[in-house]
T-cell receptor, first 112, second 113 residues
Framework: DAGITQSPRHKVTETGTPVTLRCHQT?????MYWYRQDPGHGLRLIHY???????DKGEVSDGYSVSRSKTEDFLLTLESATSSQTSVYFC???????????FGPGTRLTVL | AQSVTQLDSHVSVSEGTPVLLRCNYS??????LFWYVQHPNKGLQLLLK??????LVKGINGFEAEFKKSETSFHLTKPSAHMSDAAEYFC???????????FGAGTRLFVKA
């Protein structure tokens, strides 16, 4: 399995609080992605990174920001969490843009 | 614009019978296509990928998929289902750049003993 971890694995928080999820890889892959998974929607891309300090928005980026200061770490921040951001968040990595992605175990976030 | 439609939200088969999970796509460019599997409470695992080489793609665990450009389809098949195949399967399309990855809504496969 690709070396990719996510922390925390579970989090419960309250509306209006900031939340940061961390993705860490040991594969030295260039590309990293954050998705959210909701029933009936499959996975939807939030943000992605194509190098250190190089990031861009995905399909559902409103309310989220990201940072990548090192190759191995990709942080997803919810500046002010809302109940609509209750979801399972997956990080993924890839060596290039056409070979497929490797996924982390996911973070279950509940916003009350 | 890209899109992916998985034609069945649920498929139920008996152990030992063939599996067919259907996927249609839309893409303005030559797409890369993937199938991923997700077992309960697990992350996603890449089953197979099509990236403009052979149109019949073989993946892990006996799965294969055929790219049919004329039908814009990329259906996933397996000759004989096993109980361990019970999971959710996602068809995925990405453009030539690969960033704009679009997932289908998923097909849940049930395997009966």
């Amino acid at each position: 399995d690709a070396g990719i971890t996510q922390s925390p694995r579970h989090k419960v928080t309250e509306t209006g609080t900031p939340v940061t999820l961390r993705c860490h890889q040991t594969e030295n892959h260039r590309y990293m992605y954050w998705y959210r998974q909701d029933p009936g929607h499959g996975l939807r891309l939030i943000h992605y990174s194509y190098g250190v300090k190089d990031t861009d928005k995905g399909e559902v980026s409103d309310g989220y920001s990201v940072s990548r200061s090192k190759t191995e770490d990709f942080l997803l921040t919810l500046e002010s969490a809302t109940s609509s951001q209750t979801s399972v968040y997956f990080c993924a990595i890839s060596e290039d843009t056409y070979s497929g992605q490797f996924f982390g175990p996911g973070t279950r976030l509940t916003v009350l | 614009a890209q899109s992916v439609t998985q034609l069945d939200s649920h498929v139920s088969v008996s152990e030992g019978t063939p599996v067919l999970l259907r996927c249609n796509y839309s893409s303005s460019y030559s797409p890369s296509l993937f199938w991923y599997v997700q077992h309960p409470n697990k992350g996603l695992q890449l089953l197979l990928k099509y990236t403009s080489a052979a149109t019949l793609v073989k993946g892990i665990n006996g799965f294969e998929a055929e790219f049919k450009k004329s039908e814009t389809s990329f259906h996933l098949t397996k000759p004989s289902a096993h109980m361990s195949d019970a999971a959710e399967y996602f068809c995925v399309v990405s453009d030539t750049g690969g960033f704009k990855t679009i997932f289908g809504a998923g097909t849940r496969l049930f395997v009966k003993a």
